[in-house]
C-alpha cells in the first residue's frame, strides 16, 4: 500500500502542504507532531473524506477520490451509539459496507459470530450484550477498535485512539492494538500525541510539523518484535523517545 | 427503594390535597365572594350538578386537542427531518419559524374564523399551529446534532446521507421527538381552548364562557379543573411513552457521547 499525499489545502487555510508519506502493505506507521499540525486533515484525506485541491494520494496503487470503503476508523471518542449492543455496535459497519450490506439480513447470525470473535480478542468476552453505558472507557475504545476491524479492511486509520485513557488503561490497549496487528497483519497510521506510545507500536514515526502540516523527519523503529511493555524502560527506546522529542521541539520553535 | 422514596412518592398527592385543603379554608375564614373565587366544596357541587355537560364538552375539547396534535406530530416530524437533512435549509426556513412561532396564536384565531367558519375546525388548526414548533426544533436538532466523527466513520465506509439518517440520526432524534410531544400536548391545549372560548359551539372552553356571562362561577372553574386534569393525563401518558421507548437516553449519559 502506498500513500502519497503533495500538498493539499483546504478553506482558505493551508493545512497540510509539500507532505510525503509513504506506508508500505502491512506496515505499521505513527505519525506525531505537535497540537493543530494538519493531523486529522491527514486522516480525512487518506480515507477520501477530503478531496486533496492539488497533489495525489493513492490507496494500495489507486488513485484516491472517494471514500476508499476499504479503510477502519477510531476516534479519541469511542462514539458508540447508545441504543445499540456492543455486538450491533461492531456490526454497524456491515450494514453499510458491500458486499456485507447485502447479504446482513440473511447470515446475521454468521455475522454476530464474527463479532463476538472479534470482541473475545480484544478481552470483551461475554459483554455482547451489554449497552456502551455500562462499559468503561478502555472498554468502549476496545468496542470502537472491533468496530474498525470488522469488516477486515486493509488500512486501520487511527486518531489519537488513547488519549483519553488513563495511563494503566491505555498501555493495557497498546498492547490490544499490538496483538490484532500482529494476528490480522492490516495496515495501520496511527496518529498521536504519545510519543512513547508512538514508539513501542510503530515501524516507523513520522514527525509532522504544523501550519502547513508536512513530514519533517522519518525514524524507523527497529526495536525487535514482539515487544513487551518492558522495553518501554530500555536505553535504546528511551533514547528513540528523546530523539523524537527534540525533533518535535525543533519545529515547534 | 429507598425510605426517603416513600415521602417523595406521596409528595405530589399530599401537596395538591394541601392546596386544595387551603383553598377551602381561606374562602370558609374570610368569607369570599363566590362570584370571585368559589370554594372547592362548591366547585364539586357544579361538577356533580353539570356533570353531563362538563363530560360532554371534555370530550370535544379532547378531540380537538388530539386532532390537532396528531396533525402537528405528523407535520412536524417531516418538517424537523427536513429541517435537520441539510444545514441550508436548516438556515433558511430557521427565521421564518421563529417568526412564526412568536406571533400570539390567538390573534391567527379570527382568520381562521374567517376561512373555516365558527366550530371545530378553528380549535383543531390553533392546536396545531400552536404545537407543532416544539416537535420541529427537537427532531431537526436530533439529526443535525449527529457526532462529525461518527459522520466521518460512516462515510468513509461509503455510507449515503441516507444511511447515516436512517442509522444514526433517527435512533438519535427519537428522544428529543418524545420530549417534545411532552410540550407539544400541552401547547395543543392551551391552542383548543384559546379558539373554543372565542369562537366555538363546543369544548370546555366555550362551556366557560358561556358561563362566565352567567356568572356561574364554580361551573367556571369546574371546567378549569377539568381541563387541568386533562393536562395532567395527557403529559403523564407522553412522560411514559417517553420513558419506555428511550431508555438508553435516560441511562446513558447521553450528552457525553458515552
Partial sequence: ?253 | MTPASFLERTAPFAFTLGLFVFWEAVCQLFGVNPIILPAPSAIVEATVTHWKPLLRHSGATMWTTLAGFAIAVAFGVVLGMIVGWSRAIYRGLYPVMVGFNSIPKVAVVPILVIWFGIGEIPAILTAFLISFFPIVVNVATGLATTEPELEDVLRALGARKLDIILKVGIPRAQPYFYGSLKVAITLAFVGSVVSETIAANSGIGYLMSVAGTNFQMPLVFAGLIALAIEGIAMYALFAFIEMRTTRWAFRSSFAAGG
Avoid at chain 1, 518492558?230 to 535504546?236: A, H, K, L, Q
Fill in chain 1, 1 to 253: 500500500m502506498t500513500l502519497t499525499y503533495a500538498g493539499a489545502s483546504g478553506g482558505g487555510v493551508t493545512a497540510v502542504q509539500g507532505l510525503d508519506l509513504n506506508v508500505e502493505r502491512g506496515a505499521f506507521a505513527a505519525v506525531v507532531g505537535p497540537s493543530g499540525c494538519g493531523k486529522s486533515t491527514l486522516m480525512k484525506l487518506a480515507t477520501g473524506l477530503v478531496r486533496p485541491t492539488a497533489g495525489r494520494i493513492a490507496v494500495d496503487e489507486a488513485v484516491v477520490e472517494g471514500p476508499v470503503k476499504i479503510a477502519g476508523m477510531a476516534f479519541q471518542n469511542a462514539n458508540l451509539l447508545p441504543w445499540r449492543t456492543i455486538r450491533d455496535n461492531v456490526l454497524l459497519p456491515l450494514e453499510i459496507v458491500e458486499p456485507h450490506r447485502r447479504r446482513f439480513r440473511r447470515n446475521k447470525a454468521e455475522y454476530a459470530e464474527r463479532a463476538d470473535g472479534l470482541l473475545a480478542l480484544v478481552g470483551l468476552d461475554g459483554f455482547a450484550e451489554r449497552f456502551p453505558w455500562e462499559l468503561s472507557g478502555g472498554m468502549q475504545q476496545r468496542t470502537s477498535l472491533c468496530r474498525a476491524l470488522i469488516h477486515e479492511p486493509a488500512l486501520l486509520m487511527l486518531d489519537e485512539p488513547f488519549a483519553a485513557l488513563d495511563a494503566f488503561t491505555r498501555e493495557e490497549l497498546w498492547c490490544v492494538l499490538r496483538d490484532l496487528w500482529a494476528r490480522i497483519g492490516f495496515t495501520v497510521v496511527l496518529v498521536t500525541h504519545d510519543l512513547r506510545e508512538a514508539a513501542f507500536l510503530a515501524d516507523t514515526v513520522h514527525v509532522m510539523s504544523a501550519r502547513p502540516g508536512r513530514i519533517v523527519a522519518s525514524r524507523a523503529i527497529d526495536l525487535p518484535r514482539p515487544r513487551e511493555l518492558d522495553v518501554c524502560f530500555e536505553p535504546e527506546f528511551v533514547d528513540i523517545v528523546h530523539d523524537l522529542r527534540s525533533r518535535i521541539s525543533e519545529v515547534r520553535q
